[in-house]
């Protein structure tokens, strides 16, 4: 069964992947975070695949960890299983948080409490109107753990965070865009076609500038001024010695051949 609790389809350059429990909500279980793991690791260096996009299947995104599978029957086993299966989620999200290929959320309805983590990891999340977040531990009586605290503390204001974690109360996709939870909320059926749309946009793009970009924006928010102008010179040397050619062919159908504008697209990366 564990095969069945992620499904993926590659379609010009997209990975689709969706959490593929709808009858549970997509809750994530001990088998879904080992499937998606496994599956993070089959696409991530595939040729056809440029940008992966997360999202439900059915009237979820995901409502979070599983209750009964995740919390009550691992903790009846001990500590050691419990570690593992945070270890085993808590994995997938981070290998997600520095994937090697841009990553999307499309956020096509529940979201809660452990699903903050995955929606994180996302370099960008895209909400239908009518999805419903909420941090739902304190409902259930527990802190938002597994990051969940960190993911509202980096993304919205103090008081947001505060006020969405003490209370647990549902948001909709909208108030999640305006709280900065996602970058933007639209109707569900107009959801996938601006999802396609910028996963479109960053295929055009040249990939290790893609990746050195993304980590960049991650890692210099703990940085002080000096460390960050450090750490961005030499995140270009490393990038240059990934694809030294793209910046220079970037520059030279710009300067000399005139057959683009960087300000305004991006250059032909096919030659
Ligand atoms: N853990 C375990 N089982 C779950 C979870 C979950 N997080 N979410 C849904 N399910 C199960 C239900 O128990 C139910 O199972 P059953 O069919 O065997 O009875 C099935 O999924 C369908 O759920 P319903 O509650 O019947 O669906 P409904 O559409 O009425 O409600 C909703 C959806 C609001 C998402 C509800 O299921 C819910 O509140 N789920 C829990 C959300 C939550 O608080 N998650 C934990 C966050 S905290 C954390 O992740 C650390």
């Known amino acids: 069964m564990t095969e069945e609790t992620v499904a993926f389809d590659i379609e010009?350059?997209?990975?689709?992947?969706?959490?593929n429990r709808p009858e549970k909500r997509n809750c994530m279980n001990?088998?879904?975070?080992?499937?998606?793991?496994?599956?993070?690791?089959?696409?991530?260096?595939?040729?056809?695949?440029?940008?992966?996009?997360?999202?439900?299947?059915?009237?979820?995104?995901?409502?979070?960890?599983?209750?009964?599978?995740?919390?009550?029957?691992?903790e009846a086993k001990g500590l050691g299983a419990v570690r593992k299966a945070q270890g085993e989620?808590?994995?997938?999200?981070?290998?997600?948080?520095?994937?090697?290929?841009?990553?999307?959320?499309?956020?096509?309805?529940?979201?809660?409490?452990?699903?903050?983590?995955?929606?994180?990891?996302?370099?960008?999340?895209?909400?239908?109107?009518?999805?419903q977040f909420a941090l739902s531990e304190i409902n259930w009586g527990i802190l938002p753990g597994g990051g969940a605290t960190k993911v509202v503390v980096d993304l919205l204001s103090m008081r947001d965070a505060m006020y969405h974690?003490?209370?647990?109360?549902?948001?909709?996709?909208?108030?999640?865009?305006?709280?900065?939870?996602?970058?933007?909320s639209l109707p569900l059926e107009k959801l996938k076609a601006r999802v396609t749309e910028v996963a479109n946009i960053l295929l055009k793009k040249n990939p290790v500038a893609l990746k050195a970009t993304k980590d960049a924006i991650r890692r210099v928010g703990e940085m002080t001024?000096?460390?960050?102008?450090?750490?961005?010179?030499?995140?270009?040397?490393?990038?240059?010695?990934?694809?030294?050619?793209?910046?220079?062919?970037?520059?030279?159908?710009?300067?000399?051949?005139?057959?683009?504008?960087?300000?305004?697209?991006?250059y032909d990366k096919a030659r």
């Open 89 to 131: 989620a808590y994995g997938w999200w981070r290998r997600l948080r520095w994937y090697r290929k841009p990553t999307i959320a499309m956020v096509n309805g529940w979201c809660f409490g452990g699903g903050y983590g995955p929606l994180f990891a996302c370099d960008l999340a895209f909400a239908a109107d009518e999805a």
């Open 225 to 266: 001024y000096d460390n960050a102008e450090d750490y961005l010179v030499r995140a270009q040397e490393a990038a240059n010695s990934y694809d030294n050619d793209g910046r220079k062919e970037g520059i030279r159908q710009f300067i000399d051949e005139k057959s683009y504008k960087p300000g305004l697209g991006a």
């Open 165 to 184: 974690a003490l209370t647990g109360e549902l948001i909709d996709g909208r108030k999640a865009a305006a709280w900065k939870l996602v970058n933007e």
């Open 30 to 74: 001990p088998a879904l975070n080992r499937r998606m793991m496994e599956v993070l690791d089959q696409l991530e260096y595939r040729d056809d695949v440029g940008v992966l996009v997360l999202s439900g299947e059915g009237n979820a995104w995901s409502a979070g960890m599983d209750l009964k599978e995740y919390f009550r029957e691992t």
């Open 12 to 19: 010009d350059g997209i990975a689709w992947v969706r959490f």
